[in-house]
């Protein structure tokens, strides 16, 4: 079965950085959108960004201008690399892939940012 597991998460100061990784497998990679989402303590689910296998992204808005998505296909991962973190940016951040119109998800990697 489709498997996505994120790696790169954990603790760091305001204004710091993070890279995140989601290596999958089992997907025909190089034409799945694949994103990131986060879920804050007592929050739903939330769209980080995405981006398509041609390439074209998308960012939310509380992260445009401080992250960036890329993906490498030979590698089978995508990444997300975060700056000027927030305490806002506080979360579990999960990998996603979409796959004829359904989603698969990671098992998440907690992001914590310390005021």
């Known amino acids: 079965q489709v498997q996505l597991v994120e790696s790169g998460g954990g603790l760091v100061q305001t204004g710091g950085a993070l890279k995140l990784s989601c290596a999958a497998s089992?997907?025909?990679?190089?034409?799945?959108?694949m994103g990131w989402y986060r879920q804050a303590p007592g929050k739903q689910r939330e769209l980080v960004a995405t981006?398509?296998?041609?390439?074209?992204?998308n960012y939310a808005d509380s992260v445009k201008g401080r992250s960036t998505i890329s993906r490498d296909n030979a590698k089978n991962t995508v990444y997300l690399q975060m700056n000027s973190l927030k305490p806002e940016d506080t979360a579990v951040y999960y990998c996603?892939?979409?796959?004829?119109?359904?989603?698969?998800w990671g098992k998440g990697t907690l992001v914590t940012v310390s005021s």
């Open positions: 996603n892939a979409k796959i004829f119109h359904m989603d698969y």
């Open positions: 981006i398509t296998g041609g390439g074209t992204t």
């Open positions: 089992r997907i025909p990679f190089s034409i799945t959108e």
